[in-house]
């Protein structure tokens, strides 16, 4: 059995029982039953996924940034260096980044796990150290990995997030950060939703038409070089992913498994939890939808995960800075559970059925 095996075994749906009482819950509140929205529903999966109702309030968070640089950066599938992956991961330690002004005042600790960075990085505070190798292969070549470097990069992505709740975390969010790694989170979208290359292929990091038209023929080629069977999800991840989509891929498995909500961030991590959804269906329960990224292949991962997202600010920077933004929705949404009163407890008339809203 491997730690992957492992984890697959402890992921279950959410407890209905909890779900349910969550929802009553909702219904005996001092407010119009459904007037919170979303904000309800989010409170009944928090409750489910925990099997209590309230749920702990998902705090303190954890923000585990994965970084890992791509061989098919060498196809022009983007203008920027792949030094920029380095000098990022130094930017993130330094505390110079968005996801670094995001997550201070949210007292959200901020790791770095560097999976496959082109650059020996020295040891530093926050930064771990999983290189599986320096950068994957080019995969209009060669599969961008092994099966067992993707596995073992699944692997990391487990081990990150067992540690950080360990540590107390009660929240999770992913980022990423690879130079050139929306092609394969488009390459990984297309083959596990079936969509064509050209729909879920965006711009990344500001590139011309030129160059999109380049980026969805590398994408192409990949996956008819491969054909990954979305039946086979490590096989897809071996093929066509990034050592970051294998951790991100991990990390999300890893937090269903201990029964912590997880916020997904962008193109790259929703592509990474399609991964997820495919070795482990019951993983969705633990993810929520941040925002919707401007990148199309973030819509197209959200609608086959069947997750609604909260925000929607035309984001495309990754880092985890999206499912920062949202954190306080989530935690917003267990402390009305727990923190307003009932029409009981507070010796307010229910109206008893369901009407208007009111401000």
Known sequence: ??????????????????????????GRLTKPRGSLGVLEDLSA?????????PPPLPEPAAVAI???????HARGVTAWPQEVTAQMVGNFLAGGAVVNALAGPLGATVRVVDVGVA???????GLSIAK??????????????????????????????????GEGAGCLLGGDMGIANTTPSAALTAAFTGSDPATVTGRGAGIDGAAWELKVAV????????QPDPADPLGVLAAVG????????GFYLGAA??????????????????????LAPDSVAALVAGHRSLEPGASAALASLGLRPLLNLDLRLGEGSGALLALPIVQAAARVLRDVATFDGAGVTDKGAPGPGRS
Do not use: K, N, W, Y
Request: with cysteine; aromatic share 2%.
């Open 66 to 72: 994965f970084a890992g640089d791509h061989g098919v």
């Open 132 to 165: 599986i190798r320096p950068g994957t292969a080019d995969f209009t070549t060669e599969p961008a990995m092994s099966r067992a470097e993707a596995l073992r990069a699944v692997e990391v992505g487990i081990g990150v997030a067992r540690t950080l709740v």
């Open 242 to 249: 990034g050592f970051e989509h294998a951790a991100l891929t």
């Open 45 to 53: 999966q928090l409750a489910g996924l925990s099997g209590s109702c």
């Open 257 to 278: 498994a201990m029964r912590v909500p997880v916020v997904l961030d962008g193109v790259t991590p929703c592509a990474a939890a399609l991964a997820a959804q495919a």
């Open 119 to 125: 650059a020996d990085l020295a040891p530093l505070p």
């Open 1 to 26: 059995m491997t730690l992957l095996d492992d984890t697959l075994a402890e992921i279950r749906p959410l407890d209905p029982a909890a779900v349910s009482e969550a929802r009553d819950r909702q």
């Open 219 to 226: 994408v192409r080629a990949g996956l008819a070089r491969h």
